[in-house]
């Protein structure tokens, strides 16, 4: 039974940094990839950044570019969020979620965690 748990949102001025969190577990194989979304009000959900379990390959969307960091913990079975350099309109709510391989479309995952809150002030 996959299930994906997402942590560190939270509250931050424009500038500051926060670093999300995704535990995993009950995966057989190292052959999906770790996808952030995020969806802030009014909008549509949007990937952010996808690290590939299987080939350890990373991406980010455009505006993600320069600012966070995904990275992979196989010892813990974490997968980490570095946001830097946060900006107003990165306010949303961040979901990780797993799929087969590295995509921005939400609708070629498989499983979901529940979202994290993150509020950036200007």
């Known amino acids: 039974d996959v299930q994906l748990q997402a942590s560190g949102g939270g509250t931050v001025q424009a500038g500051g940094s926060l670093r999300l969190s995704c535990a995993a577990s009950g995966f057989t194989k190292d052959d999906y990839a770790i996808v952030w979304f995020r969806q802030a009000p009014g909008k549509g959900r949007e990937g952010v950044s996808c690290?590939?379990?299987?080939?350890?390959?990373?991406h980010h969307n455009y505006f993600a570019k320069g600012r966070f960091t995904i990275s992979s913990d196989h010892v813990n079975n974490m997968v980490h969020l570095q946001m830097n350099s946060l900006e107003a309109e990165d306010t949303a709510v961040y979901y990780c979620a797993a799929g087969p391989f590295c995509t921005g479309y939400s609708g070629a995952m498989n499983y979901w965690g529940k979202g994290t809150q993150v509020t950036v002030s200007s």
């Open positions: 690290i590939s379990i299987t080939d350890r390959s990373t």
